[in-house]
Nanobody
Framework: VQLQASGGGLVQAGGSLRLSCAAS????????TAWFRQAPGKEREFVARISKSAGTPYYADAVKGRFTISIENAKNTVYLQMNSLKPEDTAVYYC???????????WGQGTQVTVSS
């Protein structure tokens, strides 16, 4: 299973970006999938996840109301729509999906998001 994340870039505060995570080797359907991020000098942190059944998503408090995770099964792609971006959202963003052991066993390579003030 390989995940390819894309869509990062440089944006001004208040702007928007949409990240994409395309999977090959397996579908997302039936597996938990999430976005994480890691800012310079900080631990990787959870951002958002979508359940196995693509039901109710779950968000970190820091992004609730601004970010939206979604899945497009026809393209085997998970998205993270990020609105009202803040400088503190600056980080490398990673997508991850459930592996054989039940945890997030498969990770994308990360995509850089930089929000300028």
């Amino acid at each position: 299973v390989q995940l390819q994340a894309s869509g990062g870039g440089l944006v001004q505060a208040g702007g928007s970006l949409r990240l994409s995570c395309a999977a090959s080797g397996r579908t997302f359907s039936g597996y938990r999938t999430a976005w994480f991020r890691q800012a310079p000098g900080k631990e990787r942190e959870f951002v958002a996840r979508i359940s196995k059944s693509a039901g109710t998503p779950y968000y970190a408090d820091a992004v609730k109301g601004r970010f939206t995770i979604s899945i497009e099964n026809a393209k085997n792609t998970v998205y993270l729509q990020m609105n009202s971006l803040k400088p503190e959202d600056t980080a490398v963003y990673y997508c991850a999906t459930e592996g054989p052991g039940g945890g997030y066993g498969y990770w994308g390579q990360g995509t850089q998001v930089t929000v300028s003030s």
